[in-house]
C-alpha cells in the first residue's frame, strides 16, 4: 500500500511537475511566515508542530490568521496602553522631581 501511494506521487511529480513546484513554493512560503511568527510571539508548541506537520500551508494559513493574529493584537494594545501610561506619567508635573508642586517652600 505505502509503496504503491509512493509510485503514485512519483507518477504525479513526472507528469505535473509545474503544479508540483508551485504546491511546494506555496507550501513554503506559508510555513516560512508561520514559523516566524510563532518564533516572534514564543509560541515554542505551535513552531514544533508547524516545523514537523506539512498540510501544504493549511495548518501555517490557520496560525497566522486565527492564533497568530489574535497574540498580535493583544501585544499592539498592551503596547499602546503601556505607551500611554509612560507619555502620562512624563506630562505630569509630580514626576518632575517635585518641581512646580508646591514642595520647593
Same mark, same amino acid.
Given at each position: 500500500?505505502?509503496?504503491?501511494?509512493?509510485?503514485?506521487?512519483?507518477?504525479?511529480?513526472?507528469?505535473?511537475?509545474? %503544479?508540483?513546484?508551485?504546491?511546494?513554493? =506555496?507550501?513554503?512560503?506559508?510555513?516560512?511566515?508561520?514559523? =516566524?511568527?510563532?518564533?516572534?510571539?514564543?509560541?515554542?508548541? =505551535?513552531?514544533?508542530?508547524?516545523?514537523?506537520?506539512?498540510? %501544504?500551508?493549511?495548518?501555517?494559513?490557520?496560525? %497566522?490568521?486565527?492564533?497568530?493574529?489574535?497574540?498580535?493584537?493583544?501585544?499592539? %494594545?498592551?503596547?499602546?496602553?503601556?505607551?500611554?501610561?509612560?507619555?502620562?506619567?512624563?506630562?505630569?508635573?509630580?514626576?518632575?522631581?517635585?518641581?512646580?508642586?508646591?514642595?520647593?517652600?
Amino acid at each position: 500500500m505505502l509503496m504503491e501511494n509512493l509510485i503514485s506521487l512519483q507518477g504525479f511529480m513526472n507528469e505535473n511537475p509545474v %503544479i508540483f513546484v508551485a504546491l511546494l513554493i =506555496w507550501s513554503l512560503a506559508w510555513k516560512g511566515v508561520a514559523l =516566524w511568527k510563532s518564533a516572534r510571539l514564543s509560541h515554542k508548541t =505551535w513552531f514544533i508542530a508547524l516545523l514537523i506537520v506539512n498540510t %501544504i500551508g493549511i495548518l501555517e494559513i490557520i496560525y %497566522i490568521y486565527f492564533v497568530a493574529r489574535k497574540y498580535s493584537l493583544v501585544t499592539r %494594545i498592551e503596547s499602546a496602553e503601556d505607551e500611554k501610561i509612560g507619555v502620562g506619567k512624563n506630562g505630569n508635573t509630580s514626576d518632575n522631581g517635585g518641581s512646580g508642586s508646591g514642595s520647593e517652600n
